[in-house]
């Protein structure tokens, strides 16, 4: 069955520093690709996609995410973060089937320490 | 562009009450909507895929006849929880997409079945 893991549950940093949050999927297929960010009280919004071409996927506030085909995974980087990333952060995945379904990672939580 | 409402955004009810829940893209028609559970802390669990002008394709476990949805217009999906039970209380979430892969997210609809 196809699987996406997020293994950092829980993440703290302090400001400035740099940031990578791991997603791996199990799938053979061609894939599309998504982050996406909620912040506390607010609903999931697109952070970036990856459908095909590049795979270094530049998106929203500075982040930027990395498709690497041999590893299955799509992992997803700033390199200084602030104090409003403080949110969940959720990989999500699309087996490109037609379906338009995703597959929801766990989701990492991150706070960012002032 | 790309937003989606949902309504109500907070409902209480009895127990074996039914409830509505209002999915709307407001600046795009959307062909497809899908219907999400949160859990607290938790990641999103797909519940149904909802197409235009026809019957909802429902995950595994997913009771059909007690989490109704209909999807009347490209710009308009339903949930109804029949007969709502206290475990029914949850975080619901909708999305709709376009003709893309790219689904886009409803502040979602907090419910509590008391």
């Known amino acids: 069955a196809q699987s996406v893991s997020q293994h950092n549950h829980h993440v703290i940093l302090s400001e400035a520093a740099s940031l990578e949050l791991g997603c791996n999927y199990s799938?053979?297929?061609?894939?599309?690709l998504f982050w996406y960010v909620q912040y506390p009280g607010q609903h999931l919004q697109l952070l970036l996609k990856?459908?095909?071409?590049?795979?270094l996927v530049k998106g929203i506030k500075g982040f930027e995410a990395e498709f690497i085909k041999s590893k299955f995974s799509f992992n997803l980087r700033k390199p200084s973060v602030q104090w409003s990333d403080t949110a969940e952060y959720f990989c999500a995945v699309n087996a490109n089937s037609g379906t338009y379904k995703y597959i929801f990672g766990t989701g990492t939580r991150l706070k960012v320490l002032a | 562009g790309a937003v989606v409402s949902q309504h109500p955004s907070w409902v209480i009810c009895k127990s074996g009450t039914s409830v509505k829940i209002e999915c709307r893209s407001l600046?795009?028609?959307?062909?497809?909507m899908f219907w999400y559970r949160q859990f607290p802390k938790q990641s999103l669990m797909l519940m149904a895929t909802?197409?235009?002008?026809?019957?909802?394709?429902?995950e595994q476990g997913v009771e059909k006849d007690k989490f109704l949805i209909n999807h009347a217009s490209l710009t308009l999906s339903t949930l109804t929880v029949t007969s709502a039970h206290p475990e029914d209380s949850s975080f619901y979430i909708c999305?709709?997409?376009?003709?893309?892969?790219?689904?886009?997210f409803g502040p979602g609809t907090r419910l509590t079945v008391l």
């Open positions: 990856y459908f095909s071409g590049d795979p």
């Open positions: 799938y053979g297929g061609t894939v599309n």
């Open positions: 600046d795009f028609q959307a062909t497809t």
């Open positions: 999305s709709a997409s376009p003709l893309t892969d790219t689904q886009y």
């Open positions: 909802s197409n235009e002008g026809s019957k909802a394709t429902y």
